[in-house]
């Protein structure tokens, strides 16, 4: 919730300014938490975010770990991309097995957003850092959409590679050759079938009705442009995908698994991210597994058709 280019930060849900003191902050909290309290016709989802407010700034250490974190210390973190990280001599290395995986997840909208950025900042502007939060937060949300939406392809792909060498994944596979828009975030193969993957971040809350995502900053037919997109893909393919699944963040669903039936003869699920796995282990509902002779099959097709944006 707090930590999407797209969400309020804690001191904006708390109505404070990021240099507020101790005492300010304690006050407006409790007026907050009156303010959204359910039991007084406030509104459950707010009264929630202004309970994790408090949790991440209520406390000198929580608050200053909160500010490095967010762009409010001298020393801001970042969006960036993960980099390798520096092992210790010694440490020993993790040699499980990973999903093979192809193709750069959230590449074409990091391209995107740093060409962007770059326009919006203006020509002969030194931009230092991309990433910065405090620069992220004032930019329009086009560009944090795009920031986001990058973040969260990346979140699916670490959460896929884990599952394991009985897994394949395609990142940011082209449907349509002549729009990089119409692509697929991820296609995702494994025995409990082929998925069609879409990973978003709206910064909101995420409801469904009709088989269709529905939200205050939800614009379109998320879900029916990711079934297009798989029908494209497995005609030039010649696969047949077992399912759609719509990933969201954890915050933004009340339900962690949610199959939303078929759409156009497929069926689609909503999940929240921490509960990705456990779906592509067991499959959607009326999904048909792929094994044996098949999964190879599948995999080849996929290889020798995918074009990537």
């Known amino acids: 919730m707090f930590d999407s280019p797209l969400s309020a930060t804690a001191y904006e849900v708390l109505a404070v300014t990021p240099h ?25 989802a707010l009264f929630v975010q202004v309970q994790r407010a408090w949790d991440l700034v209520g406390t ?17 973190s970042s969006f960036a991309p993960d980099v ?7 440490r020993p290395v993790d040699t499980r097995p990973r999903a093979r995986s192809f ?26 850092d991309p990433y910065d939060p405090a620069l992220v937060r004032t930019a329009p949300r086009e560009l944090r959409r795009m920031l986001a939406d990058a973040l969260a392809e990346e979140a699916t792909a670490r959460i ?14 082209a449907a349509d050759a002549h729009d990089p828009e119409a692509k697929l975030d991820h296609v995702i193969l494994g025995p409990s079938g082929l998925y069609a993957v879409l990973s978003e971040d709206f910064g909101g809350p995420v409801r469904t009705r009709r088989g269709e995502l529905t939200g205050d900053s939800i614009v379109g037919a998320p879900v029916a442009a990711l079934v297009a997109r798989a029908r494209a893909l497995a005609r030039t393919a010649r696969v047949k995908f077992s399912g759609a699944i719509v990933v969201l963040p954890d915050d933004d669903v009340i339900i962690a698994i949610e199959e939303l039936g078929k759409v156009r003869g497929l069926p689609v699920a ?12 067991r499959g959607l509902s009326g999904a048909r597994d792929i094994g044996g002779n098949e999964l190879f099959d599948v995999r080849t097709r996929l290889q020798q058709a995918a074009r990537f944006v």
């Not at 390798?84 to 010694?90: A, E, H, K, L």
């Open 270 to 281: 909503v999940v929240a991210r921490s509960a990705l796995s456990t779906l592509l282990r």
């Open 160 to 173: 896929v590679g884990d599952l394991g060498m009985g897994f394949t994944v395609w990142h940011d596979v």
């Open 60 to 76: 000198a250490e929580a608050r200053a770990a909160y500010d490095r974190g967010h762009g409010f210390a001298v020393e801001p």
């Open 103 to 128: 193709g750069q997840p959230g590449g074409w909208r990091r391209e995107r957003y740093l060409t962007l950025m770059r326009e919006w900042v203006g020509r002969g502007v030194v931009l230092e």
């Open 20 to 44: 507020a003191t101790d005492d300010d902050l304690r006050r407006a909290y409790r007026l907050r938490l009156r303010q959204t309290h359910p039991d007084t016709g406030g509104d459950a």
């Open 84 to 90: 390798p990280m520096w092992r210790p001599p010694g």
